[in-house]
């Protein structure tokens, strides 16, 4: 069974029940964090001018991020500078023009028009570090004000740390992109939660996302519970809204749209070179196919799939030491619930959590 928080209040007391619910697992939070640090200081850089940067423009539009971060820093007695750091450690990876692997992860968003209850549906394989597959939790969240949302998250990260649901049945994914346009802004885990906590329909959240820096490097999937969905893909100079009318929308781990292409670069091991593109072609032809057929059940199935290392969405250690398939969520908006396998799809049997 995946391990389920219940946080209540404002954004520091939540962080720090956070902090509270997840103590045994400090150590494994302080390893994640040393592997973090180490990558970054691997070639003595100072990090400070960027750190500054980012708190200065959290501290304007994302307040309640810090504040969440401040109280999972003080419950777990940790250092706040280094946890900072440890937070935002993809982007600073992209600053320093590190060799970022891809986090991977495969998500798809699907409407009446191919589902075969009519029913609106937000699925993710979630290919992260294999060290958070330890921490990987869920958590109940019910701000002061707003909405209530059930989210997937990491022990020791801000929620949204990946996805989540509201009480209002609007549904975000994320997926990491490798990207030439970063820059300071706001990581996508805190535009997450500002949507969940804020927000009842997609259109909401197209509105809103042009209103913030971004740091540029990858894309949010939203569906609601009319049916209503997008992908917004996040270049920190440019982003753009991609829709579809075909029922069902995709996005694996590149950008498509002509207004940010040209800034996806792939940094797949050599191997694996081009199976972003794979993974969506495989899956947008997998739904072509199966119209009227798409629910929860199918979804499992498909999830779990191997084919071949250039299309396979369920990803073994064996493919990439360096990330693989933590999780798999199916978000179901008409019912306020999901499905979590706290693992790969493929031998991981689901469970069902309401909000």
């Known amino acids: 069974m995946i391990r389920v928080l219940n946080l209540t209040g404002n954004a520091y007391q939540i962080g720090r029940q956070h902090g509270e619910q997840v103590a045994d697992l400090r150590p494994q939070i302080e390893n994640s964090m040393k592997i973090r640090l180490a990558e970054l ?26 504040d969440m971060l401040k109280g999972i ?51 993710k394989n979630r290919d992260y570090h294999p060290d958070h597959r330890s921490l990987q939790c869920l958590a109940r969240i019910e701000p ?31 997926t990491f992109v490798p990207s030439t346009d970063v820059g300071p802004g706001i990581a996508r885990y805190s535009l997450e939660m500002d949507i969940l906590q804020n927000m009842a329909t997609v259109q909401e959240a197209i509105d809103y996302l042009p209103t913030r820096p971004h740091f540029g490097d990858g894309t949010l999937t939203l569906i609601d519970s009319q049916g209503n969905m997008a992908t917004f ?42 199976n972003t593109l794979g993974r969506r072609k495989q899956l947008e032809e997998s739904l072509r196919a199966a119209k009227g057929q798409v629910n929860a059940q199918w979804a499992q199935i498909r999830m779990g799939d191997h084919s071949d290392p250039l299309t396979a969405v369920c990803r073994h250690i064996e493919l990439d030491p360096l990330c693989e398939t933590i999780s798999c969520v199916i978000y179901l908006p008409w019912q306020k619930a999901m499905f979590v396998a706290n693992g790969q799809p493929c031998r991981t049997p689901f469970e069902y959590v309401r909000l």
Not at 41 to 65: M, R
Not at 150 to 171: D, E, K, Y
């Open 73 to 123: 820093s003080d419950s777990l007695h940790l250092d706040w500078e280094e946890y900072f750091t440890y937070t935002i450690a993809s982007y600073l990876d992209s600053c320093l023009k590190n060799i970022t692997p891809n986090r991977g992860c495969s998500s798809w968003a699907a409407n009446g028009g191919i589902t075969s209850d009519d029913a609106p549906i937000l699925v």
């Open 41 to 66: 200081c691997k070639n003595d850089p100072d990090l400070s001018p960027y750190i500054d940067e980012i708190n200065g423009i959290w501290e304007q539009y994302a307040p309640d991020t810090l």
């Open 233 to 274: 893909e996040i270049a920190h100079s440019v982003q753009a809204v991609r829709q579809s009318d075909e029922g069902f929308i995709v996005s694996t781990n590149h950008f498509s749209t002509p207004q940010t292409c040209s800034v996806w670069v792939d940094r797949e091991p050599e191997h694996l070179k081009g």
């Open 144 to 174: 002061s004000s707003g909405n209530s949302f059930l989210c997937l998250t990491s022990a020791g990260s801000p929620a949204v740390f990946s996805s989540g649901i509201n009480s209002q049945g609007l549904a975000v994914v994320d």
